[in-house]
């Protein structure tokens, strides 16, 4: 009955009705409030990680539904920071989903003066071809003394500090393969 | 209606009004106890207040307020964080700053103050009495929340504050990201562009609340500055805290809002300052604004029964669906 | 860190962070430890609540000063003039720990005649070359022993391993037995270490610290008296630093200094007590022990070398330290080498050694950035690092990177480094004309943290195994995909290849499950790699000590063996500390080595191995079980009786007596003195930094000797010093930073709304007198210069930067964050761009904690007139000083003993 639909809305009855005769709580409570059940208890699956920023290692819990990231916070079952973050770790959903955040490959061909298109593929077929030319190009078996060298000194890998141990690994490892002496990382920082 | 039962229900000391009529759904008054004097300053409460509020930021202005550069709460700023360099010392015995000889080698005593504000959620809440449209409410946890979905951004609860928390969202609706799903529409700010034009504010998280959640900022602090609990349990914390900061000398430790006796009958959250509440851009003597209101709500229930008659109004007071 | 690795046996913090609440006293030195680490900072809260002394020693006073209980202001680079004198007062009012320096240090030990010191040598130690520039360590040695060195070396007599290469501290300084040979146990003998110690810092009194690091005497020797109160049996204090300290012409020898410190208090090894290194990169620990870095290979086993290590067994000998756990040195390199080449690797072909690539003697990428201004390097990879603001002297790096032929930048946005070749201060200046600039340039975007599994190895040592939680979208890849799938692109391109040079990546090892429709490689098949197998048996290994030297194992990291014991993940582990039996939390992730928190443990219990106290237990000998027990993983032999003498010929580990926590050192000892493994001296000594507006009170030598300089490069000039005309042209000190609310260069901050608007613009920090002086207004701007470039920033004028006074000379100094360049939500100058490439000898570290500039109100000059207006004051400063350069010690004086 669409009238008394209409009254029943109308909050200074459902004041007087529900014992909150000033319609301050309960009364004037909205649909929305009635329902409203925090995010992270409708994510999908949480996944327990550790904050990308600094090395206190603080453990963070991070809330996925739909494919995204719902939400970061601490992870209270950590010995280290026992749920807590800092406001750059307490961002970090935003850094993963940043607006200025980069999804392509992007192309700068030499003089150019702006970026192009370019697929991930044909970029790791065209950075592997760089390598194998530059090193063929600058090998050397030996030093100018004659002691042996095994190395080229004109291709160098720069950073670590910010990933993995098993990107670090794979990094040392092929580039030790390679030849390429000159890794380096912000441990020098 | 009488005035006579209103009126006490106000006058009751310490219990906010609306809480009561919750019954067996009422849960503890729950709060904030802000201890200043273990605040580093991080602002992790400010974004963890934004990032799970889905505020929209709220401008990249440097303000040169000593590390403050959100300078106040708003709309879009939940959770703010006072920086305050004074030439003072930590200590009453002149301890904690740089240089005991500080006056021979001609330099000032040194601190700074940081203390992370926020809502009161005042036991007396002005913004609540005025709302208009109800969308100002005191939930089961005795806090202050302005729903989104009810709110038509009158603004009328903004001056009543005593704090100046209560702020309208002033930007185009394609910025408030976070929300637009239940985005009303306001009027054309320009072509093609809407704006909202509603108030915002700290909600001391009442989604995760109900979830059984702490605040996002409480939870997030590094320090536990911010403490979440049961009012009565931080009030017994804050005294106890205060009693050792004393013992120790503390220059200027007192609290702030804990006490049900002064003006807004105490705040659901309050805090350990360690100088005056000035000093950190508070108003030292808060005062409901709305002493007067419960004449005006009498008046609007008397208009009320005017407009659609005491039958009806009995009638869906039975419990009729 | 050889700081701690040449002090303790292994380079990382040596305790952990959560340890700190049961400090009695924290000293934080050398950090911003509530700005920069501030969830670790609830554990120097927690102590502070229990009663601790938290003391601030730094030129700012900041958030860590506000939480302190004391902060001390000193002058930026005095820092070893503070802690020299720290380590007199101990040494003078005897408040050292006398049996733990006794016993656990090398305090006892006799040091060879031909020592001499600095106090005598006006600066310099003995073995100074003038001619390469360097030290002779022969004559650092202890009395009776053998300069240890590969054959190639042994003549020639400087150390075999540098940098990170002799971090482990092991190299043993020639010890052939576990005892060195000559010790006069009561350091009365005016030759042990302990009273080179005392004649080396006495001139460290009160007044000379308050002289030098411009604070007052009396907080000076309050510092002193609240650490000597708080250490010893019943107490113990802690210390944390962070790039404050490393980030100086002498950061190793400041990390050193503390060392001694808390050597002398008898903290190490103990509860509450450590170094804590508060490291800035989620796993910048990690990218030391499986390292990214030039100079080793992982675990710290140095890289061959083109001057020495022609043949393996070369290589080995002058890496294995006969006693101590470097004495299986074969074993890790050989596991290495099954697990980088499987079984192209063999004793017939001596595991593949000589075909391993060779490094000079500084390849680090200050190195790398001068051949690139030269020209010589072609290609360069940059992976989640952005030098173009985070490292020092900014335009040189962005010149450098417009030489390139090609460059490949991988990260989450497009930072600076990505974007030099149009929009840069260069491009501005017309010095990078993109139409000229020939670089190739490929960015790539990189997957988050969230995106990709993998473990972190933090500040304290610890592993920790994070799962994706989405997939990375579009072109974005984690690196462990880039450089996988490189890999197998450059392999299969080279798989028919018969170039002599490309058998070792043709003999790589290279495959790794992979999932998901990206063909991700499965992170923990790396793990399970790193921590290796038998290799018959295909049986995880559960820990170093099962590593042998015959190619029956491999392992890709020897000291993270064990992080995948019984097949499991440990570093996954995720027991909620609630649930644990102590705080020490043995259950969370797994620590290197072998799940130890507190390193060197064993030094928690007195020589008998009972604590040193009930308030301070830890871990302690059990003798009825007969094995060491307590909180944590003992850090020793568990079985090893600590009244334990070694049997004449004993090797290894067995070389160790049971009273010698220190079982990395080939004595088994921390060393005080370090008679090997340094480049600058085997005791720190206060030198001024590169640029300094004041010479060294103590010697005519002014500045750290063995400092790496670029006296030809054009793109790093220097600001004149002390003592030279000119220098009044730089007349104040700077020093930059980093603020809570941005990370570093800024890449993985300022592109975050939240996190750009509580830090939106880049500032300077000044004392309202040097606003005065120079007519800085508040909330105006300023432009700061040195010789490389100048910069613009908003004025802060605050107390709390303050000058200080030395000579009766009162000199301001300014405080810079470093975070933002050109790009992101928030942009602004970058403070990197006025410092210098002069560097630590040891690490190859920038000095951008002190350096000299100038500040004059408004903007700074647009477009061309920028270089012009730096060049003019630079022109004017050099002038100057080259009509009459002050000349030093370290060019002239030879120090050889005749």
């Given amino acids: 009955m669409e009238f008394a639909k209409l009254l029943?809305?109308?909050?200074?009855?459902?004041?007087?009705?529900?014992?909150?005769?000033?319609?301050?709580?309960?009364?004037?409570?909205?649909?929305?409030?009635?329902?409203?059940?925090?995010?992270?208890?409708?994510?999908?699956?949480?996944?327990?990680?550790?904050?990308?920023?600094?090395?206190?290692?603080?453990?963070?819990?991070?809330?996925?539904?739909?494919?995204?990231?719902?939400?970061?916070?601490?992870?209270?079952?950590?010995?280290?920071?026992?749920?807590?973050?800092?406001?750059?770790?307490?961002?970090?959903?935003?850094?993963?989903?940043?607006?200025?955040?980069?999804?392509?490959?992007?192309?700068?061909?030499?003089?150019?003066?702006?970026?192009?298109?370019?697929?991930?593929?044909?970029?790791?077929?065209?950075?592997?071809?760089?390598?194998?030319?530059?090193?063929?190009?600058?090998?050397?078996?030996?030093?100018?003394?004659?002691?042996?060298?095994?190395?080229?000194?004109?291709?160098?890998?720069?950073?670590?500090?910010?990933?993995?141990?098993?990107?670090?690994?794979?990094?040392?490892?092929?580039?030790?393969?390679?030849?390429?002496?000159?890794?380096?990382?912000?441990?020098?920082? | 209606m009488s005035r006579g039962p209103l009126n006490s229900l106000m006058e009751q000391t310490g219990v906010p009004a609306g809480w009561q009529a919750y019954g067996d759904e009422r849960r503890p008054r729950m709060g904030f106890f802000t201890d200043t004097s273990v605040c580093i300053g991080c602002k992790a409460c400010e974004v963890a207040c934004k990032e799970w509020n889905l505020i929209p930021e709220d401008g990249r202005v440097w303000t040169g307020e000593s590390h403050d550069h959100t300078s106040q709460l708003g709309a879009n700023s939940w959770r703010h964080v006072a920086f305050?360099?004074?030439?003072?010392?930590?200590?009453?015995?002149?301890?904690?700053?740089?240089?005991?000889?500080?006056?021979?080698?001609?330099?000032?005593?040194?601190?700074?103050?940081?203390?992370?504000?926020?809502?009161?959620?005042?036991?007396?809440?002005?913004?609540?009495?005025?709302?208009?449209?109800?969308?100002?409410?005191?939930?089961?946890?005795?806090?202050?929340?302005?729903?989104?979905?009810?709110?038509?951004?009158?603004?009328?609860?903004?001056?009543?504050?005593?704090?100046?928390?209560?702020?309208?969202?002033?930007?185009?609706?394609?910025?408030?990201?976070?929300?637009?799903?239940?985005?009303?529409?306001?009027?054309?700010?320009?072509?093609?562009?809407?704006?909202?034009?509603?108030?915002?504010?700290?909600?001391?998280?009442?989604?995760?609340?109900?979830?059984?959640?702490?605040?996002?900022?409480?939870?997030?602090?590094?320090?536990?500055?911010i403490q979440f609990g049961p009012l009565d349990e931080l009030r017994e914390r804050a005294d106890a805290r205060l009693g050792k900061l004393e013992t120790e000398g503390w220059n200027g430790a007192q609290l702030y809002g804990r006490d049900p006796d002064d003006g807004v009958g105490g705040f659901g959250a309050f805090f350990l300052l360690l100088d005056d509440p000035e000093v950190y851009g508070l108003p030292p003597d808060p005062v409901v604004t709305t002493r007067d209101l419960p004449e005006l709500w009498s008046n609007m229930i008397a208009a009320a029964t005017a407009l659609v008659g005491g039958i009806a109004a009995l009638t869906l007071l039975g419990g009729r669906r | 860190?050889?700081?701690?690795?040449?002090?303790?046996?292994?380079?990382?913090?040596?305790?952990?962070?959560?340890?700190?609440?049961?400090?009695?006293?924290?000293?934080?030195?050398?950090?911003?430890?509530?700005?920069?680490?501030?969830?670790?900072?609830?554990?120097?809260?927690?102590?502070?609540?229990?009663?601790?002394?938290?003391?601030?020693?730094?030129?700012?006073?900041?958030?860590?000063?506000?939480?302190?209980?004391?902060?001390?202001?000193?002058?930026?680079?005095?820092?070893?003039?503070?802690?020299?004198?720290?380590?007199?007062?101990?040494?003078?009012?005897?408040?050292?720990?006398?049996?733990?320096?006794?016993?656990?240090?090398?305090?006892?030990?006799?040091?060879?005649?031909?020592?001499?010191?600095?106090?005598?040598?006006?600066?310099?130690?003995?073995?100074?070359?003038?001619?390469?520039?360097?030290?002779?360590?022969?004559?650092?040695?202890?009395?009776?022993?053998?300069?240890?060195?590969?054959?190639?070396?042994?003549?020639?007599?400087?150390?075999?391993?540098?940098?990170?290469?002799?971090?482990?501290?092991?190299?043993?300084?020639?010890?052939?037995?576990?005892?060195?040979?000559?010790?006069d146990p009561e350091m009365e003998h005016p030759r042990c270490v302990l009273q080179i110690l005392k004649r080396h810092y006495a001139r460290y009194t009160p007044e000379f610290v308050a002289e030098t690091c411009g604070c007052t005497a009396e907080e000076f020797v309050e510092v002193c008296e609240t650490l000597a109160a708080n250490s010893g049996r019943e107490r113990t204090s802690a210390f944390c630093y962070a790039v404050g300290w490393t980030q100086h012409t002498v950061g190793v020898q400041i990390i050193r200094s503390t060392a001694i410190v808390q050597m002398l208090l008898g903290n190490i090894g103990r509860p509450g007590g450590g170094i804590l290194a508060l490291r800035g990169h989620a796993s910048i620990q990690g990218s030391t022990d499986i390292p990214t870095l030039y100079n080793i290979l992982p675990g710290y086993l140095p890289m061959p070398h083109t001057e020495r290590y022609g043949k393996l067994e070369e290589y080995i000998d002058a890496n294995t330290s006969p006693t101590g756990w470097w004495g299986h040195y074969k074993a890790y390199f050989v596991s290495l080498m099954k697990a980088y080449f499987g079984e192209h690797a063999s004793a017939d072909n001596d595991w593949l050694f000589e075909s391993l690539p060779r490094i000079d003697s500084d390849n680090s990428?200050?190195?790398?950035?001068?051949?690139?201004?030269?020209?010589?390097?072609?290609?360069?990879?940059?992976?989640?690092?952005?030098?173009?603001?985070?490292?020092?002297?900014?335009?040189?790096?962005?010149?450098?990177?417009?030489?390139?032929?090609?460059?490949?930048?991988?990260?989450?946005?497009?930072?600076?480094?990505?974007?030099?070749?149009?929009?840069?201060?260069?491009?501005?200046?017309?010095?990078?004309?993109?139409?000229?600039?020939?670089?190739?340039?490929?960015?790539?975007?990189?997957?988050?943290?969230?995106?990709?599994?993998?473990?972190?190895?933090?500040?304290?040592?610890?592993?920790?195994?994070?799962?994706?939680?989405?997939?990375?979208?579009?072109?974005?890849?984690?690196?462990?995909?880039?450089?996988?799938?490189?890999?197998?692109?450059?392999?299969?391109?080279?798989?028919?290849?018969?170039?002599?040079?490309?058998?070792?990546?043709?003999?790589?090892r290279w495959e790794y499950p992979t999932h998901s429709a990206t063909l991700e490689p499965n992170a923990e098949s790396v793990l399970q790699e790193v921590n290796g197998w038998k290799t018959e048996s295909g049986e995880f290994l559960s820990g170093y000590p099962e590593l042998r030297d015959d190619g029956s194992t491999l392992c890709g990291c020897w000291i993270y063996c064990g992080c995948f014991q019984d097949g499991i993940n440990q570093t996954a582990r995720k027991k909620p500390h609630w649930e644990q039996e102590s705080y020490v939390a043995n259950e969370w992730a797994w620590a290197w080595p072998s799940n130890r928190h507190i390193i060197y443990n064993r030094a928690s219990a007195d020589p008998d191995g009972n604590p040193w106290s009930e308030r301070k237990r830890y871990v302690w000998w059990d003798a009825e079980q007969g094995s060491w027990t307590g909180l944590d993983t003992p850090d020793f032999k568990t079985d090893k009786d600590p009244h334990y003498v070694p049997p004449e010929g004993a090797r290894a580990e067995d070389a160790i007596a049971g009273d010698h926590p220190f079982i990395m050192q080939a004595d088994g000892r921390a060393w005080l003195y370090v008679p090997q493994g340094l480049e600058d001296g085997p005791l720190p000594t206060h030198y001024e930094p590169h640029e300094s507006p004041f010479d060294n009170p103590l010697y005519s030598q002014r500045a750290n000797p063995r400092r790496q300089q670029n006296k030809d490069l054009a793109e790093d000039p220097y600001n004149p010093v002390d003592g030279e005309p000119g220098a009044d042209v730089y007349p104040y000190v700077v020093t930059t930073y980093r603020l809570t609310e941005h990370h570093t260069a800024g890449g993985m901050t300022r592109s975050i709304p939240y996190l750009a608007e509580l830090q939106p613009a880049m500032f300077c920090e000044v004392h309202p007198d040097l606003a005065k002086e120079v007519g800085l207004e508040h909330g105006g701007w300023a432009t700061i210069y040195t010789s490389r470039s100048a910069i613009e920033a908003r004025v802060m004028v605050t107390d709390r930067m303050r000058p200080v006074r030395m000579n009766g000379r009162e000199v301001h100094q300014i405080g810079l964050p470093y975070h933002w360049g050109k790009r992101g939500l928030v942009t602004g100058d970058s403070a990197n761009d006025l410092a210098h490439m002069v560097l630590d000898p040891n690490v190859h570290i920038q000095e951008v904690k002190a350096f000299t500039c100038g500040?004059?109100?408004?903007?700074?000059?647009?477009?061309?007139?920028?270089?012009?207006?730096?060049?003019?004051?630079?022109?004017?400063?050099?002038?100057?000083?080259?009509?009459?350069?002050?000349?030093?010690?370290?060019?002239?004086?030879?120090?050889?003993?005749?």
């Fill in chain 3, 855 to 898: 500040i004059r109100p408004g903007r700074r000059p647009r477009g061309a007139e920028l270089p012009r207006f730096v060049a003019e004051l630079r022109e004017q400063a050099h002038s100057r000083r080259d009509a009459d350069p002050r000349v030093e010690p370290e060019e002239s004086r030879k120090t050889s003993p005749s």
């Fill in chain 2, 84 to 225: 305050v360099e004074q030439r003072k010392p930590l200590r009453v015995d002149g301890g904690g700053e740089s240089g005991v000889d500080t006056a021979a080698e001609g330099r000032d005593a040194l601190r700074w103050l940081m203390s992370s504000d926020v809502c009161k959620h005042c036991t007396h809440a002005a913004c609540l009495d005025v709302c208009p449209t109800g969308s100002l409410f005191r939930t089961e946890f005795g806090t202050v929340v302005v729903q989104e979905d009810i709110c038509n951004g009158c603004g009328y609860c903004v001056p009543a504050c005593p704090f100046g928390v209560l702020d309208q969202r002033k930007i185009p609706s394609t910025l408030n990201v976070g929300h637009k799903p239940d985005l009303p529409s306001f009027g054309p700010i320009e072509r093609g562009e809407t704006k909202d034009g509603r108030v915002w504010k700290c909600t001391l998280c009442y989604d995760r609340l109900k979830g059984g959640h702490e605040p996002a900022c409480a939870k997030a602090c590094p320090t536990k500055s």
């Fill in chain 1, 8 to 189: 029943e809305s109308w909050p200074a009855l459902r004041q007087l009705r529900e014992g909150d005769p000033l319609g301050l709580g309960r009364a004037v409570q909205s649909p929305r409030s009635k329902r409203l059940v925090p995010r992270i208890d409708e994510a999908e699956h949480v996944v327990q990680s550790v904050c990308p920023y600094c090395a206190v290692g603080c453990g963070q819990l991070v809330y996925v539904k739909d494919g995204e990231i719902t939400h970061i916070e601490g992870d209270p079952a950590s010995p280290i920071s026992r749920g807590r973050l800092c406001p750059k770790g307490q961002a970090s959903k935003s850094y993963s989903q940043s607006p200025i955040r980069e999804y392509k490959v992007k192309y700068r061909r030499p003089h150019g003066t702006e970026w192009e298109e370019l697929s991930l593929a044909e970029a790791m077929e065209m950075i592997s071809d760089r390598i194998i030319r530059t090193r063929a190009e600058t090998w050397e078996f030996e030093t100018e003394e004659g002691r042996p060298a095994n190395r080229t000194m004109a291709i160098g890998n720069l950073g670590g500090a910010t990933l993995d141990n098993e990107e670090n690994y794979l990094i040392k490892k092929l580039m030790t393969g390679l030849g390429i002496v000159q890794v380096e990382n912000q441990a020098r920082i």
């Fill in chain 3, 1 to 183: 860190m050889p700081s701690l690795g040449t002090s303790f046996g292994r380079g990382g913090a040596t305790t952990f962070q959560q340890d700190l609440q049961n400090a009695d006293c924290i000293v934080i030195m050398g950090s911003n430890m509530a700005e920069n680490h501030p969830v670790g900072f609830q554990w120097v809260m927690e102590a502070r609540e229990r009663g601790a002394k938290v003391l601030h020693v730094d030129p700012r006073f900041t958030r860590t000063s506000a939480m302190a209980t004391k902060h001390v202001g000193i002058r930026a680079g005095s820092d070893i003039a503070f802690l020299g004198g720290v380590a007199n007062y101990l040494l003078q009012n005897e408040l050292y720990f006398r049996e733990y320096v006794q016993h656990y240090t090398n305090g006892p030990v006799i040091v060879r005649e031909e020592f001499t010191d600095t106090e005598e040598l006006d600066g310099l130690f003995s073995g100074w070359d003038p001619e390469k520039g360097r030290y002779d360590v022969k004559t650092w040695m202890y009395e009776g022993m053998q300069v240890h060195g590969s054959a190639g070396q042994r003549e020639e007599g400087y150390s075999p391993t540098k940098g990170e290469g002799s971090g482990h501290g092991g190299a043993g300084g020639g010890l052939e037995h576990g005892e060195p040979p000559a010790i």
């Fill in chain 3, 365 to 508: 990428v200050y190195f790398t950035i001068e051949q690139m201004l030269e020209g010589n390097v072609k290609g360069y990879i940059i992976a989640g690092e952005n030098p173009a603001v985070g490292h020092a002297n900014g335009k040189a790096h962005r010149l450098a990177l417009s030489r390139l032929d090609w460059l490949v930048v991988r990260d989450v946005v497009e930072i600076e480094s990505a974007s030099f070749w149009y929009d840069s201060p260069e491009v501005e200046s017309g010095e990078i004309d993109p139409e000229e600039c020939a670089t190739e340039v490929f960015f790539l975007p990189a997957a988050s943290h969230t995106e990709k599994d993998g473990s972190f190895t933090n500040t304290q040592r610890l592993l920790q195994w994070h799962w994706k939680a989405t997939e990375p979208k579009e072109d974005c890849r984690s690196e462990l995909w880039f450089y996988f799938h490189l890999g197998k692109l450059i392999k299969q391109k080279l798989q028919d290849s018969e170039e002599p040079r490309d058998e070792l990546v043709k003999a790589l």
